[in-house]
């Protein structure tokens, strides 16, 4: 078994290169990995066990939506909280209603059954959306604008989800007391976000440890913490640790940067790990018998549900047509919809698979046709911005106190007028210093004479709060 887990991680970060060169997401090439490698086609390891894929599903994106929220600033967050918020509570639902009529008049089925499979599909995927958006330079208020709604959007599809599993079951949910639940769920998230939040900057600035892994064991802790505290109190532990990441994101604490990596790298596994499950746990043959109605499924649900429910939700706000044709394209699928696909089955609605099959097939079309060209209609309607090329070497600050003074690269632009200067002749102040200087592939140590390139990727030593006024100095265009 040891060995076979190493195989799938090696294929897993194998696929990326693969997934680059043609331009596939990520989460289609883990998925593919655990289809592969399951009963259907290798039969190397048989999975069937949709509780436990949901049990597990619900434990990783935990994390990957701690990250989502901790990689998202302040500013940024602050663009998009009105439209994001609005396509995550309304938008679901208009969603939701749309696919749902228009199953039942164009496929005959029961109007609750057609509802229940609209719902679990209505929901825009964090860990598919989080995957792409960062993979590509989309430009920072769209990119947000999914983000924030992938993330927040999952208690409403849960919501509806549940009650017509409830309605299904002939256990009628009263309406009131539903709407009561989604209020709390997003306002109890929120509210038990903040205090997570503070009671961890508190832990973290008592902590006092030279061992960087201890600061990495406590963040997974303080994580747990809001997720648990939420679900106690009948909240939603998604918003939760969302809310949690971002405050904590754009706060500074000792061992940040540290954290911040580690969080990258679990929510890479993590992200790996839930598709290849998702993957195991489908039965390919299977889909000769859904294929018509999820095809069916899938064009109402992208060129009349999406759009219906982009178009009313972001009404209030400023968006372009483009922009709002490209967020109607954003709505990804992945795997919340396909972990909502297995509430049916354990609630014996769904013996024959028929939604389970039908949901991932949809799923996997959407990713397929959605998550190839997202990024290349981003570059046709001019939504993204240069790709900076990474430097070969990490710097950071390391401190065991919270420290407003920090270590940040900057990006030397090709029209910036610092190109030709000395380092002297930067007029930076005094609390400024440029520690090291990335060219060419190569680390150099910068003296006063040292000679600004373009390309150039400094590392500056400085407080944080200039850090924008300072990659501004620098990038400043000549006159």
């Not at 969302?242 to 706060?251: A, D, E, P, S, V």
Request: some cysteine.
């Amino acid at each position: 078994m040891i060995l076979f887990i190493s195989f799938l991680i090696i294929l897993a970060m194998l696929s990326t290169k693969i997934s680059d060169k043609f331009g596939l997401p990520l989460l289609i090439g883990f998925i593919l990995i655990g289809v592969l490698v399951g009963s259907d086609v290798l039969n190397l390891f048989y999975f069937d066990n949709a509780l436990l894929t949901k049990q597990i599903a619900d434990i990783l994106l935990i994390f990957i939506i701690f990250d989502g929220g901790f990689c998202i600033t302040k500013e940024t967050f602050n663009r998009v909280a009105g439209p994001s918020m609005t396509l995550a509570t309304f938008g679901v639902a208009v969603t939701s209603v749309v696919l749902g009529f228009c199953i039942h008049f164009l496929l005959k089925f029961d109007l609750t059954y057609s509802m229940l499979i609209s719902s679990i599909i209505s929901s825009t995927d964090a860990a598919g959306v989080f995957m792409i958006t960062k993979s590509n330079p989309i430009k920072d208020k769209l990119a947000a604008t999914l983000n924030v709604e992938s993330a927040a959007n999952d208690p409403m599809a849960i919501l509806l989800t549940l009650t017509f599993v409830h309605i299904a079951k002939g256990a009628f949910q009263i309406p009131g007391l539903a709407v009561a639940q989604l209020i709390w769920q997003f306002a109890g998230g929120i509210f038990i976000g903040f205090i997570a939040f503070k009671i961890s900057v508190s832990l973290f600035n008592r902590l006092e440890s030279d061992n960087r892994g201890n600061y990495n064991v406590l963040m997974l802790g303080c994580i747990l913490l809001a997720y648990g505290g939420a679900e106690l109190l009948q909240a939603n532990g998604i918003i939760a640790v969302f809310f949690m990441g971002y405050w904590i994101g754009n706060t500074a604490f000792p061992a940040k940067r540290s954290v911040g990596n580690f969080l990258e790298s679990i929510s890479t596994i993590f992200n790996i790990t839930l598709f290849i499950m998702l993957g195991l746990l489908s039965f390919p043959h299977r889909f000769v018998h859904i294929w018509k109605e999820a095809l069916i499924i899938v064009a109402v649900m992208m060129f009349v549900a999406r759009p219906i429910a982009v178009l009313l939700s972001v009404i209030p706000f400023q968006y372009t047509r483009k922009e709002k044709f490209f967020i109607m394209w954003g709505g990804i699928k992945g795997a919340v919809p396909i972990v909502l696909a297995t509430y049916p089955l354990a609630n014996g609605l769904d013996e024959n698979g028929f939604i389970f099959d039908t949901i991932f097939f949809a799923v996997i079309l959407s990713c397929i046709i959605q998550g190839t060209t997202l990024a290349p209609l981003a570059r046709l309607l001019k939504f993204t911005d240069p790709k900076k090329p990474g430097s070969l070497y990490a710097v950071e600050l390391y401190s065991l106190k919270a420290s407003d003074i920090d270590i940040f690269d900057v990006y030397i632009e090709d029209y910036a007028a610092s190109i030709g200067k000395k380092i002297l002749e930067l007029n930076l102040d005094k609390d400024t210093l440029i520690s090291s200087i990335v060219r060419d592939g190569k680390i150099i140590f910068p003296k006063g004479d040292t000679i600004i390139e373009k390309h150039d990727i400094l590392y500056v030593l400085a407080h944080s709060a200039k850090i924008k006024s300072i990659t501004a100095q620098l990038n400043e265009q000549e006159a």
